[in-house]
């Protein structure tokens, strides 16, 4: 009777320890998906249609976004570029000080930028 109880037992400590992995896994699942819920509405607040911004402006904000792209040190995916009138406003995180003051750095030395609003967070 002992071996039949102790096989019992140890198929009772696997399926505890099989319960444990899901709800870890669940967990993970869960915060992924708000993330990408938080993340991805993140811009719809201020949304504008890129017909409503003039032409000078996005291709003022696609130049500075390319020059950051180049940037190796930089992971340009996570900052936001946004101009007005020679405005320019950066979004976004970055892993580093130095890499907020490269990404503001390269924004200023491309061509008909006035000001840089350099609002990314170093995380």
């Given at each position: ?93 970055v892993e580093t000080q130095s890499q ?12 008909n930028v006035k000001k840089v609003d ?6």
């Open positions: 009777m002992k071996p039949a109880s102790k096989f019992c037992s140890s198929i009772t400590i696997e399926m505890t320890n099989l319960n444990k992995q899901k709800k870890r896994y669940i967990y993970l699942i869960f915060y992924l998906f708000i993330s990408i819920v938080v993340n991805g509405c993140a811009g719809l607040h201020n949304a504008k249609t890129v017909e409503e911004i003039p032409q000078e402006d996005v291709v003022l904000a696609m130049k500075i976004k390319a020059k950051l792209i180049e940037a190796k040190e930089l992971n340009a995916a996570a900052i936001n570029v946004e101009a007005s009138n020679g405005l320019v406003k950066l979004r976004g995180f907020r003051k490269l990404a503001h750095s390269i924004t200023q030395k491309i061509p350099n609002q990314i967070k170093v995380q």
